[in-house]
């Protein structure tokens, strides 16, 4: 069995959305657009004034009860999976990171206004796939269906998005899906099989990974990674100050 922890902060970030969802509703409505962008919407005029902090607030901001159920349900499901697998402090920076990676490419490729937990969502949807297909040799079958699922579901939602009339902004789910992704492969546990004697020494003497039990000891950790998550953070300023300097 592969070692996990509890989930914690999948619930701070359903919090988060009602509350803000709450203010919004009590400040004019989540369908207002001025409500929207006084509170950090995804409004690409405002960011290219220096507003770059919505590119992180846009991400707990629904346009509507519909919105706020559906990507309700999607963390409730997929945030828990994520977290419960790569551990709080990594399902923390892909959550947030791919989120922001995701209202970059709609920032860069659509002109509207945009909102909503999905970039962020579509980001943990890709750390999972990854998570499959690179422990695929430890959990076989498993795997083999899991990819199948998420791949299904991949494509069914890509496919709504294009949809005639379709307000889904396509573009953010990308971006936030292949931001993801790259965050999922770096951050991937990388399990090695444990020697139980050893185990108990070593967590007299040092605090233990945060993902490991008496069978597995995860090898890789957010510390370990920091550099390229730094690099991946600055490859998404600079891509916000190319599009201000490209179309200014």
């Avoid at 920076?93 to 962020?120: D, F, Q």
């Avoid at 499959?132 to 699922?149: K, V």
């Avoid at 709504?160 to 770096?186: E, K, Q, T």
Wanted: glycine share 10%; aromatic share 14%.
């Amino acid at each position: 069995m592969l070692p996990t922890v509890k989930p914690r902060y999948v619930w701070v970030f359903l919090a988060i959305n009602l509350v803000v969802f709450g203010v919004l509703t009590l400040a004019g409505g989540s369908e207002n657009p001025v409500v929207l962008i006084v509170f950090g919407a995804n409004f690409a005029p405002a960011v290219k004034a220096g507003e770059y902090w919505r590119l992180l607030t846009a991400n707990f901001i629904h346009i509507g009860v519909v919105h706020l159920l559906l990507n309700t349900y999607a963390l409730y499901i997929i945030g828990q999976e994520v977290e419960t697998l790569y551990g709080h402090a990594r399902f923390v920076v892909i959550y947030l990171l791919s989120g922001v990676s995701g209202a970059v490419a709609s920032y860069w490729l659509t002109h509207g206004l945009s909102a909503g937990a999905s970039t962020a969502l579509f980001g943990s949807f890709g750390a999972l796939g990854v998570f499959f297909y690179r422990n695929r040799h430890l959990l076989g079958e498993i795997s083999h269906q899991q990819l199948l699922r998420m791949g299904l579901l991949l494509v069914i939602n890509l496919l709504i998005g294009i949809l005639p009339g379709s307000r889904i902004d396509n573009w953010g789910h990308l971006g936030g899906l292949v931001g993801g992704a790259f965050l999922g492969w770096l951050l991937c546990p990388r399990y090695r099989r444990t020697d139980p004697f050893l185990l108990a020494f070593q967590s007299a003497l040092r605090r233990p990974p945060e993902l490991a039990n008496e069978y597995f000891t995860d090898t890789n950790s957010l510390l370990r990674q920091l550099p390229f998550v730094l690099a991946f953070v600055a490859v998404l300023f600079g891509l916000v100050w190319l599009r201000d300097y490209l179309f200014n």
